[in-house]
C-alpha cells in the first residue's frame, strides 16, 4: 500500500511538474509576442517621429515652395491658384444669397440674409447631407442632377416668401473643395479630384457651367454667379468678422490652404486687375511633398493603394479621410506579427473600414476599462482583447494623431513665414523684436478633424507654440469656425455683386 502511495505521488508530482513547465513556457512566450509587439511600437514612434528641428526645416520648406508656385506654372509642387478674389466682404453687404457647398464626404445648401451691418448677418436656413458614396465613380451628369434636385427641394420648402420678385435669379455661389484652376471668380476648371472622387471625364470641365446646366435643365430660377473654393469661403468668413484674418485652413475628409498675397509677388501673374493690392491665393497644399516629410510604410502602402497615388502626400498624413486608415494598418500588421488580437480579421484587413471618428472616440476614451476601444475593436472583428492591448491601441491613435497635428502646424507657419508673421526679419533667418512684425494675425480654421477631434487641435495648438515661441505665438490667433466655408463664399458673392439680387427685406 506504501508503495502504491508513493507512486501515485511520484506521478501526481510529475504531471504537476508537467503542467508548470507548459505554464511557464506559455507565459514565456506570451512575454515574447508582448516583447515583439513592444519593438514594433517603438519602431513606430521612431518613425512618425516630429522633432522640433525637422518641423523648421518643413516650414522653412514650404515656404519656399510658396514663392516658387509664385513665380512660373508648374515650378513647385504647391499650385498656388489664382481665385480672382481681391477684396473681401466687410459688413456693407446687403441682400439674399444661396450657397451649395461640395465637400469630400458632405454637402450643404444655405440661404444667407445680409442687412448692411456685420451684426446682421442671418443664417435663414441650412441643410446638411452625406454624399452617397455611389456618386464618387458616377458621371458628370449623375453627380449634378443629383445637386440640382437637392437644391430645388430646398428652394421648393421656402415657398414664395422669401422671393420678392418671381422675375428675379436666386444668386448662388458654388463652393467647391477640389482643385480648380479658375479664369474669373464665377467660372473655373477641374484638376483633378481628390478625397476619393473619380469621375474621369469631368477634368478639364467648367464647374460652374456644369452645374448652371443641371440647374437650368430642371427649370429652376438660380443662377451660378460664383466658384468659391471652401477654403477661400472660411478667409472670407474669417475676415467678415474679423479684419485680421489673413489665411484660412481646412481640416477635414481633406486638407489645404489660402491666404491673402500682394499682387507684385504674384509674378506668373503679370497685371493682374486688382483694386485693392493683394488676391485670395489657393495653395492646394495637400501636394506639398519634402524629402523633411516622415514618410513610413504605412504611408507608402496606404498612397500605392489610393485612387490617386503619388499624389497628394502631405494631405495624406493629415487629412480626416486617412488617419483612421493609417491606425488600422498599424492594427492589421501586428496582428499578422503576434496573435494579442487573437486571429486575423478579415474586416480589419478592409481599406478605410476604420474611419477617423471612431480613432478620436478611442484616442479621448477616459473610461478605465476602455469600453469605447473595445466596443469599436469588436466592430472590427476583434472581440476580445486585455486592457494592456486596449491601451497600445490608444497609443497608436496618439503617434498617428500627434504626427498630423504637428505637421499640420508647419504648414500654418509656413504661410506666417512666407508673409512674415512668423516674427522672422526678410526671409526668416533672424528672430525680430520689431513690434510691426509681431502684429496680430488671425488664420481660421474650419473642418471636423480640427472642431471635433480634441487631441488633434490640442497636439497643433502646442506645435504651434513650439514652432513660432511664445511671444510669437501669443499674436497669433487660431479661430475655429462652424459652416464658414459655404456662409463665407454666399459673401463673397455679395461683395463683388452689382446687379439686383433677391432681397427679403
Sequence with gaps: MGRVLVILT??????????????????????????????????LEESFETPLGRLRQMVDAIAVEMQAGLVSEGGSKL???????????????????????????????????LGGQRSSLEVQDIERH???????????????????????????????????????????AFTFSFPVKQTSLSSGVLIKWTKGFAISEMAGEDIAECLQGAVDRRGLDIHVAALVNDTVGALSYGHYHDPDTIAAVVFG??????????????????NPRTTSGSMVVNMEWGN????????TSYDIELDAESLNSNDMGFEKMIGGMYLGDIVRRIILRMSQESDIFGPISSILSTPFVLRTNSVSAMHEDDTPELHEVATILKHLGVPKVPLKVRKLVVKICDVVTRRAARLAAAGISGILK?????GSVGEGRRRSSDKQMMRRTVVAVEGGLYSNYRMFREYMDEALRDILGEDVARQVVIKAMEDGSSIGSALLLASSHSVRTISNI
Design 253 to 270: 475628409t481633406g486638407s489645404n490652404a489660402c491666404y491673402l498675397e500682394r499682387t507684385d509677388a504674384i509674378i506668373k501673374c503679370q
Design 288 to 295: 506639398f511633398w519634402s524629402s523633411r516629410l516622415p514618410r
Design 418 to 422: 512666407k508673409l512674415g508673421r512668423d
Design 10 to 43: 511520484a506521478a501526481a508530482a510529475v504531471v504537476a511538474c508537467s503542467v508548470a513547465t507548459v505554464m511557464v513556457r506559455r507565459r514565456i512566450k506570451r512575454r515574447r509576442k508582448w516583447r515583439k509587439v513592444v519593438g514594433l511600437l517603438k519602431e
Design 79 to 113: 499650385k498656388m491658384l489664382l481665385t480672382f478674389v481681391d477684396d473681401l466682404p466687410n459688413g456693407s453687404e446687403r441682400g439674399t444669397y444661396y450657397a451649395l457647398h461640395l465637400g469630400g464626404s458632405y454637402f450643404r445648401i444655405i440661404r444667407v440674409h
Design 130 to 172: 452625406s454624399i452617397p458614396t455611389s456618386l464618387l465613380n458616377s458621371t458628370s451628369e449623375v453627380l449634378f442632377d443629383f445637386l440640382a434636385s437637392s437644391l430645388q427641394r430646398f428652394i421648393e420648402k421656402e415657398g414664395h416668401e422669401s422671393i420678392s420678385s418671381q422675375d428675379v435669379k436666386r444668386e448662388l
